[in-house]
């Protein structure tokens, strides 16, 4: 049963516009999220994180919002990039051991 | 930084052989995993290993089996190998003295079972 899900597999978005990757999960147990970029022929690499007793982190072009009543996170991407074109992961666990649970991905492509 | 490697990028192999995927990590991570990442299926964790010698199965550890003999090094075995097991296989870490959840990912080996 996949606990962690991202509902869209792709979303292409033109250059200097914003971004807006979506992700839900199930579990309540839940205390730490994450996102992840990955390239084509590369591993995944931390994007940005946030934990649960916050709704918001930011850090430069990127924000992540946590809505905790709704299981619900998403990252925001203003202004995308050309370079930004990648898959994203969201993650989550923390208060089940080391195991973290990874959504199916989001293709982001940002049009020039 | 942290640098995690996987023993190969690209490897072929066939059906019924046995295979052996390494990863070596070089921050003294206490934790490592083991996931394979299909289209459409995400981030799967096969194996995972908090310490030396010691193992936890993922989600999908049928088929597979994992060995820590060191603290640097988390292999994954596919003791028969199948055309299923066909996937990209990444191995992550995760620790450090300021203990985070960030994963640090190796840049995977793409299996082919022919």
């Known amino acids: 049963d996949q606990q962690v899900k991202q509902n869209s597999p792709s979303l292409s978005v033109q250059e200097g516009r914003i971004s807006i990757l979506n992700c839900d999960y199930t579990?309540?147990?839940?205390?730490?999220f994450l996102w992840y970029k990955k390239y084509p022929a590369e591993g995944p690499t931390f994007l940005i994180s946030?934990?649960?007793?916050?709704d918001k982190n930011e850090d430069g072009r990127f924000t992540v919002f946590l809505n905790k009543s709704a299981k619900h996170l998403s990252l925001h991407i203003v202004p995308s990039q050309p370079g930004d074109s990648a898959v994203y992961f969201c993650?989550?666990?923390?208060?089940?051991?080391?195991?973290?649970?990874f959504g199916t991905g989001t293709s982001l492509t940002v049009i020039p | 930084d942290v640098k995690v490697t996987q023993s190969s990028r690209y490897l072929v192999k066939r059906t019924g052989e046995k295979v052996f995927l390494e990863c070596v990590q070089d921050m003294d991570h206490e934790n490592m995993f083991w996931y394979r990442q299909d289209p459409g299926l995400g981030l799967r964790l096969i194996y995972f290993s908090y310490d030396v010698k010691m193992k936890e199965k993922g989600d999908i550890p049928e088929g597979y089996s994992v060995s820590r003999e060191k603290k640097e090094r988390f292999s994954l075995i596919l003791e028969s190998a199948s055309t299923n097991q066909t996937s990209m296989y990444l191995c992550a870490t995760l620790g450090g003295e300021f203990a985070s959840y960030e994963q640090y990912f190796g840049p995977g080996t793409r299996l082919t079972v022919t």
């Open positions: 946030i934990s649960s007793i916050k």
């Open positions: 993650a989550a666990g923390g208060n089940t051991g080391n195991q973290f649970y």
């Open positions: 579990n309540s147990m839940f205390d730490y």
